[in-house]
């Protein structure tokens, strides 16, 4: 056995790297939480942070290098100043912000660790809990998530691969934030929309909307799929991120929005979406791993058996692993 000859090295080298990426996202994660990229808001040494943070200073000094090898801080001196990737994404008045995802994956994170269990079980009851705090917000946490991962390139690539130049009306059910609208109604100006979900969310969305200035395009309607219907009249309809493979309801959700849309409406149906042969790509298997994950053509055939026609896969983004379905009411 010679270590030279091995024809996978650096297959193996990335395996060994992807490893131990968890250390760079905890690190992220914890600079988030300890407030750190707020009090960066003005340029700041290590002992100026740790301070206005509560913070030891030698270890905050060390998380903020470990800031500055990920690009959200950069040296100036003895100073640690944000960059504008962190300006643009890691302060709460962000359009774009993120901490909501970081927020969401403190709570995936203790769902992760009890990984072992919950495949040995078949439950996540053995799972370990999160901090209290956590666990109390995570709706929020949740839905600005959402946010987040929309509107920094999801929704602006969702939007990209679609034509709803003749279209006047879509309905976003269980559209979150409602970011996916904003994005839409910003490439196509003749488009209006109306964000569909239950209270507690729709309360999020209103501040987000607010935020892009696209009251006077986006309404609100609040829901509850599992006792109300959609309403009706409109041409054209998103489901991002709600038919989640088996066990989603997803026919239930399908029919529903068939009668909300007029003859000849659209439906985009935009999801993590696994490969035909069920062998990834790696962010479709991970989501399938916790929630649940159609493939292409499993998704293409319970849309068209609620009686869609035209269904089809229009466009793929293998980065993300999710693709868009589109499908028309006859």
Aim: charged letters at 20%; glycine letters at 10%.
């Amino acid at each position: 056995m010679n270590l030279f000859d091995a024809d996978n090295l650096e297959a193996a080298t990335a395996l060994l790297e992807l490893n131990w990426q968890y250390r760079a996202s905890r690190a992220l994660m914890t600079a988030h939480q300890l407030g750190i990229f707020e009090a960066l808001r003005e340029p700041k040494t290590a002992a100026d942070v740790a301070a206005q943070c509560g913070t030891d200073t030698g270890m905050t000094e060390k998380l903020l290098i470990a800031c500055c090898s990920l690009g959200v801080v950069r040296r100036d001196g003895d100073h640690f100043v944000l960059t504008r990737l962190a300006c643009d994404t890691l302060l709460p008045e962000s359009a774009r912000y993120l901490g909501g995802v970081l927020d969401h994956s403190e709570t995936l994170w203790w769902v992760f660790t009890g990984l072992p269990d919950i495949i040995r079980t078949g439950g996540r009851g053995e799972a370990p809990k999160p901090p209290e705090a956590f666990i109390s917000r995570w709706h929020e946490h949740w839905i600005w998530a959402m946010h987040g991962n929309a509107a920094n390139g999801v929704a602006q690539w969702v939007a990209r691969q679609l034509d709803l130049s003749d279209r006047s009306l879509l309905l976003d059910v269980g559209g979150g934030p409602g970011t996916y609208s904003i994005a839409l109604c910003q490439r196509f100006t003749n488009l209006k929309a109306v964000v569909w979900d239950v209270s507690q969310t729709i309360a999020i969305a209103e501040q987000v909307i607010e935020r892009f200035q696209m009251k006077d395009r986006i309404a609100v309607q609040e829901g509850d799929w599992n006792r109300d219907e959609f309403g009706e009249g409109y041409d054209c309809l998103l489901m991002s991120n709600i038919l989640h493979g088996h066990g989603s309801q997803a026919e239930t959700r399908l029919e529903q929005g068939m009668r909300a849309l007029v003859p000849g409406g659209m439906l985009i149906a935009h999801d993590f979406l696994l490969n035909n042969d069920k062998s990834g790509p790696l962010p479709a298997a991970l989501f399938n791993l916790m929630i649940g994950a159609y493939t292409v053509n499993e998704l293409i055939a319970v849309i068209r058996s609620v009686g869609f026609a035209d269904a089809s896969l229009i466009a793929y983004n293998g980065q993300r692993g999710a693709g868009i379905v589109t499908a028309m009411r006859p």
